[in-house]
């Protein structure tokens, strides 16, 4: 079945490291998404991307780095110096024209902890 | 620019009660409309969509009417369970440029028995 898979569903991180969220996604889909969400907060996006190796900033993406090198995979990277990073990551991906119709599908999310 | 506002939880119902959870919204031409359903610690999935002015959404007893005079996606459903316990998202895709989805900030529901 097609779908997207986000790895790992936990992370915890120290203080001053970097990580790295998976994103997969074998539905053939040419927009693919991150977004943070934060309690009583929604959904907040990181950046995202309409092709490879191409990518743009979203509403927050300080302390964030992305690469989409292959069309099935949109991995994000954590840095040291993103302060608050305690949160609940989705990734998310489309049809590039035609999200009018189709909209997002959603992976199932990483939970990253700052410990 | 586009924009969508949702009504604040949690939303605390009774089984079988009715369910109503409001969203408006905001967006130059004609957007689409959607919402989703997050379960806890799960991602979103789509519970229903609607495309243009008059259309009905609807899956799972869930339905949404695109309101164009009113700029209304309101989520209804006739007798919730148990299980409907979960936050929603309302959410629209612009009709221009890079169709880009912007959500509402999302609402609790919490169904007792």
């Known amino acids: 079945d097609g779908g997207i898979t986000q790895s790992p569903k936990y992370l915890f991180r120290k203080e001053g490291q970097n990580v790295t969220l998976s994103c997969e996604q074998n539905l053939n889909h040419d927009a693919m998404y991150w977004y943070r969400q934060d309690p009583g907060q929604g959904l907040r996006l990181i950046y995202y991307?309409?092709?490879?190796?191409?990518?743009q900033k979203g509403d927050i993406a300080e302390g964030y780095s992305v690469s989409r090198e292959k069309k099935e995979s949109f991995p994000l990277t954590v840095t040291s110096a993103q302060k608050n990073p305690t949160a609940f990551y989705l990734c998310?991906?489309?049809?590039?024209?035609?999200?009018?119709?189709?909209?997002?599908?959603f992976g199932s999310g990483t939970r990253l902890t700052v410990v | 620019g586009d924009s969508v506002t949702q009504m604040e939880g949690p939303v605390t119902l009774s089984e079988e009660a009715f369910l109503t959870i409001n969203c408006t919204y905001t967006?130059?031409?004609?957007?689409?409309l959607f919402w989703y359903v997050q379960y806890p610690g799960e991602g979103l999935q789509l519970l229903l969509k609607?495309?243009?002015?008059?259309d009905k959404g609807s899956n799972k007893g869930f339905e949404a009417t695109y309101r164009k005079e009113t700029t209304s996606f309101h989520l209804e459903k006739g007798s919730v369970q148990v299980s409907d316990s979960a936050v929603y998202f309302c959410a629209l895709s612009g009709a221009f440029g890079f169709q880009k989805l912007v959500f509402g900030t999302g609402t609790r529901l919490l169904v007792s028995p």
């Open positions: 609607a495309t243009k002015a008059d």
């Open positions: 967006a130059t031409g004609y957007p689409s």
């Open positions: 998310a991906s489309s049809i590039k024209v035609d999200v009018l119709n189709y909209g997002y599908t």
């Open positions: 991307s309409q092709i490879v190796n191409d990518f």
